[in-house]
Nanobody, 123 residues
């Protein structure tokens, strides 16, 4: 059974930093691209960023470029989302997801999802 478990969410002031982690089990981790998505209240889930299977490539949505960094440790089956200079509009539930094939920013193609972790940015 595949499990993705996010952790590290919480309340942070605008301008602050937070690092989310996602622990994967039940899959051959290095066979999967790992993505981060987020969903704000009343909005659709949106792509945040992705890291390729062996960590040699990353891509981010324009809104977080230069502020967010994704990294992974294939020996520990974990992926991290480091968030800096947080803004009010970064408030959302953050999800990690796994996909073995073609990377897309759409949510429907990703095979596995975590349950999400709440990030709240306050003024």
């Amino acid at each position: 059974q595949v499990r993705l478990v996010e952790s590290g969410g919480g309340l942070v002031q605008a301008g602050g930093s937070l690092t989310l982690s996602c622990a994967a089990s039940g899959l051959t981790f290095s066979n999967y691209h790992m993505g981060w998505f987020r969903q704000a209240p009343g909005k659709e889930r949106e792509f945040v960023g992705v890291i390729t299977k062996h960590g040699d490539g990353t891509d981010y949505t324009e809104a977080v470029k230069g502020r967010f960094t994704i990294s992974r440790d294939n020996a520990k089956n974990t992926v991290a989302l480091q968030m800096k200079s947080l803004k009010l509009e970064d408030t959302a539930v953050y999800y990690c997801a796994a996909e073995p094939g073609i990377i897309t920013q759409g949510t429907t193609s990703w095979d596995f999802w975590g349950q999400g972790t709440q990030v709240t940015v306050s003024s």
